[in-house]
């Protein structure tokens, strides 16, 4: 019904950047919120940045002025703009949809992830 697609991930070395996009398909709901979160192997899932439709980006302290999100509404497509990398921020990178609501049952989707490499 949802679809949620990553792209952009790769290889880039200390310093670099990467853009990160997040297609959404289907029967997808008019008022969301999406966000990036990140995963390395045997760490918590944690936020990056969250945006929402009216509001003021939200981004975590630890990526403040060096990521951006945004948003295409024609193409349904999120980003997350990434500069100044750092070899810790390694991870598997996730597009998770929900409704403005909250994350609640029929507004809630993720999508497998798409994986940043920062290289020292």
């Known amino acids: 019904q949802v679809q949620v697609v990553e792209s952009g991930g790769g290889l880039v070395q200390s310093g670099g950047s990467l853009r990160l996009s997040c297609a959404v398909s289907?029967?997808?709901?008019?008022?969301?919120?999406m966000s990036w979160y990140r995963q390395a192997p045997g760490n918590e899932r944690e936020l990056v940045a969250t945006?929402?439709?009216?509001?003021?980006?939200g981004l975590v302290d630890a990526v403040k002025g060096r990521f951006t999100i945004s948003r295409d509404n024609a193409k349904n497509t999120a980003y997350l703009q990434m500069i100044s990398l750092k070899p810790e921020e390694t991870a598997v990178y996730l597009c998770?949809?929900?409704?403005?609501?909250?994350?609640?049952?029929?507004?809630?989707?993720w999508g497998q992830g798409t994986q940043g490499t920062v290289s020292s």
């Open positions: 289907g029967s997808i709901f008019s008022n969301n919120a």
């Open positions: 945006e929402i439709r009216g509001l003021e980006p």
């Open positions: 998770r949809v929900c409704s403005t609501y909250g994350c609640v049952a029929g507004a809630n989707y």
